[in-house]
T-cell receptor, first 112, second 117 residues
Framework: LAKTTQPISMDSYEGQEVNITCSHN???????ITWYQQFPSQGPRFIIQ???TKVTNEVASLFIPADRKSSTLSLPRVSLSDTAVYYC?????????????FGKGTTLSVSS | EAGVTQFPSHSVIEKGQTVTLRCDPI?????LYWYRRVMGKEIKFLLH????????ESGMPNNRFLAERTGGTYSTLKVQPAELEDSGVYFC???????????????FGPGTRLTVL
């Protein structure tokens, strides 16, 4: 599975838009990009997934450029409750049984 | 709809003892996965079931770990005998078979924290 690189940590204030960029230079043609969020003492929680261009749901937006070698998770107007670790994962997620490979993730700290 | 549940939430045992962790996947999900995070490390894949069959157990660390999913519903992960390095958080996830243009989204449980003394 493609190796991903993302910032170790980010700080933000409440109400700001936060963009977390993930690099995946070796992404394969059949790979998708998935982001998970994890709060302390909880399991990872699926946020959003995409293959190309832009995907938006009620939680976040995911921007994927044409070359797909990077992606950006955008969290609009963050609140204190968005403080968590965010993981970027890449793999052939259109196939069941793909083991998720987690890196260290990006620790987002939101303060008032 | 209930999410993935795991039991217990925390287990403290002594080295050499046996512990059994349980995972109840989301109803109707044929795929069940076990992952774990040991202290200071990333979350690592252990194994994958499709219904009651093990499809991939490449991540199982050694033969002290035994996973079962009898009847294709809940799964258990037994560690026997437990060693100090087995301490960590064990996560279970489940997913449906992707169909058509959908993708395989794995939904995680809260995890079981295992402490081996």
């Amino acid at each position: 599975l493609a190796k991903t690189t993302q910032p170790i940590s980010m700080d933000s204030y409440e109400g700001q838009e936060v963009n977390i960029t993930c690099s995946h230079n070796n992404i394969a043609t059949n790979d998708y990009i998935t982001w998970y969020q994890q709060f302390p003492s909880q399991g990872p929680r699926f946020i959003i997934q995409g293959y190309k261009t832009k995907v938006t749901n009620e939680v976040a937006s995911l921007f994927i450029p044409a070359d797909r070698k990077s992606s950006t998770l955008s969290l609009p107007r963050v609140s204190l409750s968005d403080t968590a670790v965010y993981y970027c994962l890449v793999g052939p997620f259109n196939q069941a049984g793909t083991a998720l490979i987690f890196g260290k993730g990006t620790t987002l700290s939101v303060s008032s | 709809e209930a999410g993935v549940t795991q039991f217990p939430s925390h287990s403290v045992i002594e080295k050499g003892q046996t512990v059994t962790l349980r995972c109840d996947p989301i109803s109707g999900h044929d795929n069940l996965y076990w992952y774990r995070r040991v202290m200071g490390k990333e979350i690592k894949f252990l194994l994958h079931f499709v219904k009651e069959s093990k499809q991939d157990e490449s991540g199982m660390p050694n033969n002290r770990f035994l996973a079962e999913r009898t009847g294709g519903t809940y799964s258990t992960l037994k560690v026997q005998p437990a060693e100090l390095e087995d301490s960590g958080v064990y996560f279970c996830a489940s997913s449906q078979d992707p169909a058509g243009s959908s993708t395989d989204t794995q939904y995680f449980g809260p995890g079981t924290r295992l402490t081996v003394l």
